[in-house]
Antibody
Framework: QVQLVQSGSELRKPGASVKIACEAS????????INWVRQAPGQGLEWMGW????????AYAQGFRGRLVFSLDNSLSTTYLQISSLRAEDTAVYYC??????????????WGQGTLVTVSS | DIVMTQSPDSLAVSLGERATINCKSS????????????LAWYQQKPGQPPKLLIS???TRESGVPDRFSGSGSGTDFTLTISSLQAEDLAVYYC????????FGPGTKVHIK
């Protein structure tokens, strides 16, 4: 069955960077895009962007441009999210979500368990 | 960008009763070339990631109980739980994917 397993919780100081991993299994990794969605404590869901797992091309949501980097390691069926210049308001649970299509339909069929990133001095 | 709104914010329903959640988009999410509404519903239980329940406004995902149904078109949509069960306690989100994905703010369903 499709499974997305994310790396563990992270604590960072303001201004630092963090890199989160999302390992996929149960399907052909390059057949579906991976999206990233975040959820601040007690808040709703915010789409951050997606990566084409076939060629590694990313697309970032407008509010995050310049601070996000999506990357891949196809040999490990793993996608990474790196966020730089962290601020307190980046404190959230970050989810990876498998898309329904290779070129990102924006329909999130399977989700990772989430990674809590806490930004605090 | 398309803005999604939901009503109510919170809903208390007795077990076995009907729950109805409304979702509105600031622009139509209907794509005439394939006659589809690009609207999904997700369920998020406490401490869990969201789970896709319904896509294309009314198509239930495999394994989703048939007490969940979606309806609507264009800019106005509804998620109905026909007979609320205890395990349906959750926050429900609508999401459009006709353009850059965006979610509604969520509706919390709890037991009366």
């Amino acid at each position: 069955q499709v499974q997305l397993v994310q790396s563990g919780s992270e604590l960072r100081k303001p201004g630092a960077s963090v890199k989160i991993a999302c390992e996929a299994s149960g399907y052909t990794f390059t057949d579906y895009a991976i999206n990233w969605v975040r959820q601040a404590p007690g808040q709703g869901l915010e789409w951050m962007g997606w990566i084409n797992t076939n060629n590694g091309n990313p697309a970032y949501a407008q509010g995050f441009r310049g601070r996000l980097v999506f990357s891949l390691d196809n040999s490990l069926s793993t996608t990474y999210l790196q966020i730089s210049s962290l601020r307190a308001e980046d404190t959230a649970v970050y989810y990876c979500a498998r898309d329904s299509e290779r070129l990102a339909a924006g329909l999130f069929q399977s989700w990772g368990q989430g990674t809590l990133v806490t930004v605090s001095s | 960008d398309i803005v999604m709104t939901q009503s109510p914010d919170s809903l208390a329903v007795s077990l076995g009763e009907r729950a109805t959640i409304n979702c509105k988009s600031s622009q139509s999410v209907f794509y005439s070339s394939n006659n589809k509404n690009y609207l999904a519903w997700y369920q998020q239980k406490p401490g869990q990631p969201p789970k896709l329940l319904i896509s294309w406004a009314f198509t239930r995902e495999s394994g989703v109980p048939d007490r969940f149904s979606g309806s609507g078109s264009g800019t106005d949509f509804t998620l109905t739980i026909s007979s609320l069960q205890a395990e349906d306690l959750a926050v429900y989100y609508c999401q459009q994917y006709v353009t850059t994905p965006s979610f509604g703010p969520g509706t919390k369903v709890h037991i009366k």
